[in-house]
């Protein structure tokens, strides 16, 4: 079955303790991307890649890092988490097409506690 | 710049009566657009999609969309509501040349009985 999935889905930390949120897909695509939800504010996106070794800055990067090392993976890592990105996360790929991205590919979410 | 204006953070409707969703979109190019849907405590999944063909593009469990170039628009409708219509619906445009999508705040559909 052609999915994307996340772990942990469900997540409680403390301030200051570093923790990765693992995205994999099984469809090849190029695409991947990690986006936060938070109430009234939509889904707004932290990072993406378009492919292997090439990752870029979505409208809010900060406190967070990615990788991608394999077309596959699309890990995303806290430093030092704080309260402020307790959050409901998504990871989503998509295949690259000419022109406008094509619908993207939506995990189950990560819904992380920060206390 | 690419962004989106869902016009309603909430709307109520009855049973069997029409839903209307109304998005307003800002481009510079040829924008492809999407309504993905998210019910409670689930990921989001595609409704519909307009992608330069047809502008009256139809998506799943009824719904779909009318793509206007004149009134930056494209409003998601259905004819008769469900009580499993009720969930958050989200507007997203994607313009050529970007990288990214870009998310309205969502419209949050209430059905009562």
């Known amino acids: 079955e052609a999915q994307v999935t996340q772990n942990p889905r469900y997540l409680i930390t403390v301030t200051g303790k570093k923790l990765t949120v693992t995205c994999s897909q099984n469809?090849?695509?190029?695409?991947m991307s990690w986006y936060r939800q938070d109430p009234g504010l939509g889904l707004r996106q932290i990072y993406y890649s378009m492919n292997v070794e090439v990752t870029d800055k979505g409208d809010v990067p900060e406190g967070y890092k990615v990788s991608r090392k394999e077309k596959r993976n699309f890990p995303l890592i806290l430093e030092s988490p704080s309260p402020n990105q307790t959050s409901l996360y998504f990871c989503a790929s998509s295949p690259l097409s000419p022109g406008a991205l094509p619908e993207q590919f939506f995990g189950p979410g990560t819904r992380l506690t920060v206390l | 710049a690419q962004s989106v204006t869902q016009l309603d953070s909430h709307v109520s409707v009855s049973e069997g009566t029409p839903v209307l969703l109304r998005c307003n979109y800002s481009s510079s190019y040829s924008p492809s657009l999407f309504w993905y849907v998210q019910h409670p405590n689930k990921g989001l999944q595609l409704l519909l999609k307009y992608t330069s063909a047809a502008t009256l593009v139809k998506g799943i469990n009824g719904f779909e969309a009318e793509f206007k170039k004149s009134e930056t628009s494209f409003h998601l409708t259905k004819p008769s509501a469900h009580m499993s219509d009720a969930a958050e619906y989200f507007c997203?445009?994607?313009?050529?040349?970007?990288?990214?999508?870009?998310f309205g705040k969502g419209t949050m559909l209430l059905v009562s009985p």
């Open positions: 469809m090849n695509h190029e695409y």
């Open positions: 997203v445009v994607s313009d050529q040349g970007y990288s990214t999508l870009t």
